[in-house]
């Protein structure tokens, strides 16, 4: 099964959403709040398999019950028995990935079913398939329903890792009759008669999942089988669990139970389920959830499907750009929208702007390390409150790519602003950014971010400034590359700004040698080293309100601070 259209109305913090997923594996993104956790839940209720939800008025959209809560939900790639006519192939629907839907099914539509969930303020819930032909709709049991395979990984994660209804272990055991003979025994003779019992379908499942686990990284030592609990009293189908030698599975820790769910979850997906997971992340170290991102971009194929959270930087790091939606709800509208390919260099070089409300795009590394530089100094003239408070982050916009990015991120729906040289144009222009609502600080007089800074400090921070140069990249480099952009091209010896004066150079001669050689050399175009003059500036903000570089950094800390 696959999703190819959801909507839903009026269920918590969602008054309304509309969105069609365009791929097998789906990481939703966003900031806290932007409702990510409510589309899984909205997806469990109306193609899960439970037979009964427990519904409360909080579960309406600002608490009002005058409306009912309603989820739609339009799936494809539908098991067999379903598209039968004594089941609901009278209710096949057309659907064209470009065109949409067709109550009238077209001859290279694929075929598909609208399943609406939906409560009133009797807090009793319904499931049918409808389409306009029937608008009223067909009932839809859970046991039908259980035959869409939705599965998700949430807080029983140990229920999937025993043989019981609805668990994954479950799903990938193909003879269930086989279980109640061995519960029969079981009951008789407990543990023993498990043991003793011939159990070849169930070693099979659990060869499976051994399989599965080992894939997704789970060191393994003892071979997978099935037994009883030891501590189990009175002997059901729940009791019989898989072990790892003689240790229930469900035994181990948070992040190896999780990736043993997964790994039988997702082989329910390679037969076509749709597999949920809400921060995939949670309980795995770094490499084990690098491997598992990896592993579950395979798993869909083209039957499957796979839709995740995070807040976490990893999957934006391993999954590709076109796998990432961004979540956003305002005044109750969901928006859900594809990052795409044009942020894929952000998405992996720089994810944390990605999971930010609002991002400031920088044009390089120099103007990202000048803003951290600047944190502290911020923070300590807007009452003490950390840029980390402020849902802003300082992204990288790759020098030309800049507008680009910045004008991309708007398009998602993120707050966004650009700081950047001034001495060429942007793409799209600071006017074109403007227009669509991206906040444009630019350099005052047309000057790269080294010219301008070097030209308005005060000149003991001037001199700072060189020797920063000179520790980064050696005196003499230094030296021969202002003295190469001073008129008559003078003697400089030492490493002493004031002294170099003395070779009959103007002040503003120098200054404007030392930006267009800093600018030319690189010698701040490093997060680092921008960072030490970003600290560097901020102590001489007092001195620098009214110069052209105090007067921008101002509007900049303003838009930081703007909506915190």
Not at 111 to 130: G, H, M, N, Q
Not at 159 to 186: C, F, M, P, Q, Y
Not at 503 to 530: L, P, Q
């Amino acid at each position: 099964m696959q999703l190819r259209e959801l909507r839903i109305e009026r269920f918590r913090g969602i008054r309304q959403c509309t969105w069609r997923p365009s791929s097998p594996v789906v990481c939703f993104i966003g900031p806290g709040d932007s409702t990510k956790t409510t589309i899984l839940d909205a997806l469990e209720l109306v193609l899960g398999s439970r037979w009964a939800v427990a519904v409360t008025p909080t579960d309406f959209n600002g608490g009002e019950t005058d409306e009912p809560i309603v989820i739609t939900a339009t799936v494809g790639e539908l098991p067999i028995p379903l598209l039968d006519d004594e089941k609901y192939g009278l209710e096949i629907r057309g659907w064209d990935k470009d065109k949409g839907l067709h109550d009238e099914p077209e001859p290279s539509d694929e075929a598909v079913l609208t399943i609406v969930f939906s409560v009133d303020d009797s807090l009793e819930p319904s499931w049918k398939v409808v389409n306009d032909r029937r608008p009223e709709g067909r009932n839809i049991p859970s046991r039908d329903r259980e035959l869409l395979g939705l599965v998700r990984l949430g807080g029983d994660i140990d229920r999937h890792l025993s043989w019981g209804r609805g668990s994954a272990l479950t799903r990938n055991t193909d003879d269930l009759k086989e279980v109640n003979r061995v519960i029969v025994s079981a009951q008789r003779e407990a543990r023993d008669a498990v043991a003793a019992a011939p159990l070849e379908k169930l070693k099979a499942a659990a060869t499976k999942a051994q399989t599965a686990a080992q894939k997704l990284g789970v060191k393994i030592d003892t071979d997978y089988r099935p037994a009883l609990e030891p501590s189990a009293v009175s002997v059901g189908v729940g009791q019989l669990t898989l072990h790892h030698g003689e240790i229930p599975v469900r035994a181990a820790g948070l992040g190896s139970r999780r990736l043993n769910a997964l790994a039988l979850q997702t082989l329910s997906v390679e037969s076509g389920a749709v597999l949920l997971i809400d921060e995939v992340e949670h309980g795995l170290e770094p490499h084990r959830l690098r491997h598992l991102l990896r592993e579950l971009q395979k798993a869909p194929g083209t039957t499957g499907q796979v839709l995740l959270t995070t807040h976490s930087e990893i999957p934006l790091e391993e999954l590709t750009s076109n796998l990432l939606y961004v979540v956003r709800c305002e005044d109750g509208t969901t928006k859900i929208n594809c990052v795409g390919k044009g942020l894929q260099n952000v998405a992996r070089s720089n994810p944390e702007a990605l999971l930010a409300r609002r991002v400031l795009v920088c044009e390089g590394p120099t103007e990202v390390g000048l803003c951290n530089g600047l944190r502290d100094v911020w923070a300590a003239n807007n009452d003490d409150v950390p840029v980390a408070c402020t849902g802003a982050t300082f992204a990288s916009g790759g020098g030309s790519n800049t507008g680009k990015r910045a004008a991309a991120l708007n398009a998602l729906g993120y707050t966004t602003a650009v700081i950047a040289d001034a001495d060429r144009t942007l793409k799209p222009t600071a006017e074109e950014l403007q227009a669509a609502g991206v906040d444009v600080f630019l350099w005052p007089g047309k000057m790269c971010t080294e010219r301008r800074v070097a030209l308005d400090l005060p000149w003991e921070h001037f001199e700072m400034m060189v020797a920063l140069a000179i520790a980064s990249m050696g005196e003499v480099s230094v030296r021969d590359a202002i003295r190469q952009r001073l008129p008559n091209t003078p003697r400089l010896v030492g490493a002493d700004a004031s002294e170099w004066l003395k070779a009959g150079v103007t002040e503003g001669d120098m200054r404007r040698a030392v930006g267009d050689a800093a600018h030319a050399n690189d010698w701040f175009k490093d997060i680092t080293r921008g960072e030490a003059l970003g600290e560097l500036i901020g102590g001489a903000l007092p001195e620098i309100e009214q110069t052209p570089t105090g007067r921008t950094l101002k509007m900049v800390a303003d838009w930081v601070y703007g909506e915190s």
